[in-house]
């Protein structure tokens, strides 16, 4: 406000003060706007924290510990069956971590030489060339900055390997060094989540207090973070496979996500149920909590964006549904029109996700400055 | 009339307050600079950056190697040191000036209006005498000082102040900013967590009273300034102000840029004092203290003659009021077409964000791929470039240039743009199917702009 001090200046303070309450009541009275503001940051947060956050970490560790004592039981025992169940196990484990991998921010962040959880655990695809070479040599130190030759992809090749499960016992016993290495391989992936998990019991307390909209707040985080899990399901789950990127010339059936298992579909259609639920602020038990649409619904514009952004979740899961029951890889080849239709649902959902939703609620997107006023 | 004129610029006044503003702009681009350093943004702005968005004209301004990007801002740190204490005045305010305006035409993503009011600060200083007073300049030349100054040295900041805040009242004067109270409507409740002041953030009332106030104050600020009457009350009103908005928005140094410029506004007397104060923390005393016994004016004493000054001024003085106003030669909305909306005050005006996705055609295999944009451009960058028509072009003919470098024939770049304005929802910029690389930028109206809808 003005400090009035002229009688002039005082007049044309109290002129504008009337003129601001008058408008600011007829907008009122239109839209009932005095409902529309009051969002609770912190309640967003704390939803966000107990209910999809910290569940997600915690079922994927769960998850991580069954296919670590299916290992064992395989390595002791390396029978078929035993085979089946750490097969089984993984891809239980897997499928949980779909719903983690968007709140790659605070404990799971890049730190020092470290990258991202995200990064350390889920690179595909495998660099299997490398990774034979580790195998041959029985190098498991993993003193390298080769994320491609470990964490869940690196479990699959290992435990996949695109031929039959009996094949794949015959390659463990007859290569030792094989059990090595997927040990090696589960201890890091273990060692990564559980760092995270125990790094959530201190820092959810300053994530549910951090409650600004600034670059740094932990709404910008998981906004920021949010948008670029989808962005990574879309480019790098199906743009790059499907050869859309300019310069690509055919398909790139390898790439897929789960290419040895060919359970990329599967785990695409987790990854968009986990981003939808992020948006909606649902919880991974289903409960609907307060999350991106309650706060969009409180804001200028935002009940708008909520019912087009809903029709185009729909449209987008109905993609989804029409992809075909086979391995991911041989969708992309013989099914391309059907898996190609979901990218492009996914590239209208980005202005949604990306530019309207920021936009409407004031996140920070950027470290640098704007122009001052 | 005409001497009347000569008589309003060329009067002898006393030189405290060039003076002091001269310290105090050295002093706030020496925290500007040192900040920037700190913060790792000379790598993540001119090192890091795969493009640079260019300024029309200024296309062949590119960035220099991390080390001389260091140095170049290590003498900008000296520079403002040097004007600060009035040391090689002239070099250091050259200096400063030339290595300043060359980092802001590396990358116009980065453009601020407060930049370009430093880059036209510094170039004026680099103009006027004010290191012939309280200086090391000064004390090593003793000869050097002078106790009076022509009064356009110090008028032409004082305008240049005004400018700033007059064109950013008036450009508050649209329909969105005073009847919808938009954008501060979308950005007051984001800053709804702030202690004391946050919780009224949440109410709609707060943003019109916000809106309005700020057009008032900033339209009105310039003549309280000047009238001596209301003078200190309307500083006052600049620091709540400034400090307000410095802390609801990340606009870095900008408020300590303008409540340390219009100190220049207090009297003659109210710099003597601050110069005693500051001789208390600083003192500069010449060996042999003599003022030149008829003290003439700057100019002579640099050869140049009243009237090449006074058709420079008129130049300054025609320019910084007219090309504000260019937005009026072109068509359509101003905010959405942006024809028109740099170097023109302003200033958190609009509420803008869009998703810009491009499509490259390859004329080989007739195939059309979709750019990741996020492997050429950090967010910032792509934040800006989204949402503006002429940086869309510069990018369609960077993707052109790269991938025909890496063996593509690329005939065509077209993008789908989708741009939200203050919570509008949001509309295609341009027509998606247009083949950008067919288009040049230039001053003329650009027609391929679609017109806005409202609703």
């Known amino acids: 406000m003005l400090i009035p001090i002229s009688t002039m200046q005082k007049k044309i303070a109290i002129v504008s003060f009337v003129i601001a309450i008058v408008f600011s009541s007829c907008g009122e009275n239109e839209k009932k706007d005095s409902d529309l503001v009051k969002f609770d940051r912190g309640e967003m947060l704390l939803n966000y924290a107990n209910n999809l956050i910290l569940p ?38 897997i499928l949980s971590w779909q719903h983690a991998n968007g709140f790659n921010f605070g404990p799971a962040s890049e730190q020092g030489v470290q990258k991202s959880l995200q990064e350390e655990i889920a690179t595909f695809p495998v660099n299997t060339l490398l990774l ?47 059990f090595n290495y997927l040990k090696a391989c589960f201890n890091h992936l273990q060692k990564r989540v559980s760092t995270v998990v125990n790094g959530w019991s201190t820092y959810k ?9 600034d670059i740094g707040s932990s709404t910008s985080y998981l906004y920021n973070e949010f948008l670029k899990n989808f962005e990574s399901l879309k480019n790098y789950k199906f743009g790059i496979p499907l050869g859309l990127r300019p310069g690509q010339t055919a398909t790139l059936p390898q790439n897929v996500e789960a290419y040895y298992s060919g359970y990329g579909t599967a785990l695409a259609k987790e990854h968009w149920i986990s981003l939808a639920a992020i948006w909606e602020g649902k919880g991974l038990n289903g409960m609907d909590g307060i999350g991106f649409k309650e706060y969009l619904e409180k804001v200028e514009g935002g009940p708008n ?31 391309f029109n059907l898996v190609n239709n979901v990218h492009t649902e996914l590239q209208k959902t980005t202005r949604f996700y990306k530019s309207d939703l920021s936009s409407l609620i004031g996140i920070a997107v950027t470290y640098s400055s704007g122009d001052g006023d | 009339m005409k001497t ?17 503003f001269r310290i105090l702009f050295g002093l706030t681009t020496f925290i500007s600079t040192l900040r920037f ?26 960035t220099l190697p991390e080390p001389v990007m260091l140095i170049i801002h290590i003498i900008m740190l000296l520079a403002s040191l040097g004007i600060l204490f009035g040391a090689f005045y002239r070099i250091s305010a050259a200096l400063f000036f030339v ?9 116009i993503t980065y453009y601020l209006n407060h930049y370009y009011f430093v880059s036209l600060v510094a170039f004026l200083l680099c103009l006027v005498p004010a290191n012939r007073f309280y200086s090391i300049d000064v004390w090593l030349k003793p000869q050097l000082s002078q106790k009076t100054v022509s009064a356009w040295c110090m008028y032409i900041f004082k305008f240049q102040l005004i400018i700033v805040y007059f064109f950013a009242g008036i450009a508050k004067i649209n329909y969105d900013w005073l009847i919808n109270a938009l954008p501060l409507k979308i950005w007051l409740p984001a800053n709804d967590n702030l202690s004391v002041i946050g919780a009224w953030l949440k109410y709609d009332i707060s943003a019109y009273v916000f809106s309005w106030a700020g057009m008032i104050f900033d339209i009105s600020v310039g003549y309280f300034l000047l009238n001596k009457k209301t003078r200190l009350w309307a500083w006052f009103a600049i620091i709540i102000f400034h400090v307000l908005t410095g802390i609801m928005f990340q606009i870095g140094v900008f408020p300590l840029v303008m409540i340390a410029s219009t100190i220049i506004f207090f009297d003659t007397t109210t710099h003597q004092k601050i110069i005693k104060i500051l001789r208390l ?21 640099h050869g140049l003659s009243t009237s090449l000054i006074a058709v420079f001024i008129v130049i300054w003085v025609s320019f910084q009021l007219l090309f504000p106003l260019r937005f009026l030669l072109y068509n359509g909305n101003m905010f959405w077409t942006e024809q028109g909306y740099r170097f023109g005050w302003r200033v958190m005006l609009m509420e803008k964000a869009g998703t810009a996705t491009f499509y490259v055609t390859d004329s080989a295999t007739n195939r059309e791929g979709v750019v990741d944009n996020a492997v050429f451009l950090n967010p910032h960058q792509e934040k800006q470039m989204a949402m503006q028509p002429d940086l869309i072009l510069q990018y369609a003919q960077f993707l052109k240039k790269h991938y025909t470098n890496i063996g593509f024939n690329v005939t065509k770049v077209r993008a789908e743009v989708f741009v939200t304005l203050n919570a509008k929802p949001s509309q295609l910029l341009i027509n998606s199917n247009l083949n950008l690389l067919e288009l040049t930028d230039s001053w003329k109206n650009k027609n391929w702009i679609l017109s806005f809808e409202k609703n």
Do not use: M
């Open chain 1, 56 to 93: 997600a970490y915690n079922n994927t560790l769960e998850n991580i510990n069954d296919l670590g004592t299916s290992i064992t039981k395989f390595e002791l025992n390396p029978t078929e069956p035993n085979l089946l169940e750490v097969q089984l196990l993984w891809k239980k484990a």
């Open chain 2, 281 to 301: 923390v600083f003192t500069i005393k010449p060996k042999s203290f003599v003022y030149s016994s008829n003290p003439k004016p700057a100019f002579f004493k």
């Open chain 1, 305 to 335: 964006l909520v019912v087009l952004t809903k029709q185009q979740i729909i449209n987008t899961e109905t993609a989804f549904s029409l992809l075909p029951n086979k391995k991911f890889s041989d969708a992309i080849t013989a099914d």
């Open chain 2, 37 to 62: 350093l700190l913060l790792g943004w000379v790598n993540l702005h001119f090192v890091n950056s795969k493009v640079q968005f260019k300024y029309y004209g200024f296309e062949w301004v590119t």
């Open chain 2, 4 to 20: 009347k004129f000569n008589q309003f610029l060329f009067s002898n006044q006393a030189i405290y307050p060039l003076v002091v």
């Open chain 1, 132 to 178: 034979g070479n580790f195998l041959l040599a029985n190098d498991t130190s993993f003193n390298n900055f080769n994320r491609d030759t470990r964490g869940f992809f690196a479990i699959e090749y290992l435990v996949f390997d695109s031929v039959s499960p009996s094949q794949v016992v015959n390659i463990f016993k007859t290569t030792p060094n094989r």
């Open chain 2, 99 to 107: 290595c300043f305006t060359y980092c802001e035409l590396i990358d």
């Open chain 1, 205 to 213: 307390e300053s994530f549910i207090a951090n409650n600004g909209t």
